[in-house]
């Protein structure tokens, strides 16, 4: 079997969004971090504001095939000094797209890119860093 290239892209919210908050809130909901107190519906209306408000596209990295970018492998959201959510697909765990994910998103993680600039050298620009799986 041919290995499978993966690749970073920007946030398309119209494409990525499904995905995104139906993996979120349902991570968020059978594994929660406190216990949750809330009615359901209201959890519910809550995180999504709390998702909303973080899903900015300087803020997302999307890990997808190289050959088709509207298949998502995982996905990370993070602000400067906090990740708030990464999430790789079972199948492509332990295989780099993590890692992958945090190179991309490293400079957004550490504060140097707050405001979503890509500083990166303009020869490289455009040359996503890759991982096949």
């Not at 997808?64 to 492998?73: E, P, S, V």
């Not at 295989?95 to 890119?113: N, T």
Request: net charge neutral; hydrophobic share 30%; charged share 30%.
């Amino acid at each position: 079997m041919k290995p499978v290239e993966i690749i970073t892209r920007e946030y398309d919210a119209q494409t990525d969004d499904p995905y995104i908050y139906s993996t979120w809130i349902k991570y968020s909901w059978y594994s929660p971090k406190e216990p949750i107190t809330m009615h359901k519906k209201d959890w519910w209306v809550h995180k999504s504001a709390e998702i909303k408000a973080l899903l900015k596209p300087q803020n997302v990295r999307v890990a997808c095939f190289k050959d088709n970018t509207y298949t998502i492998a995982g996905y990370m959201v993070a602000t400067p000094d906090n990740i708030h959510h990464l999430c790789v697909k079972k199948d492509y765990r332990n295989q780099g797209v993590e890692e992958l994910l945090l190179k991309a998103m490293k400079g957004r993680i550490d504060g140097s890119d707050e405001d979503g600039t890509d500083r990166r050298d303009p020869a490289t620009k455009g040359q996503e860093p890759s991982q096949s799986i």
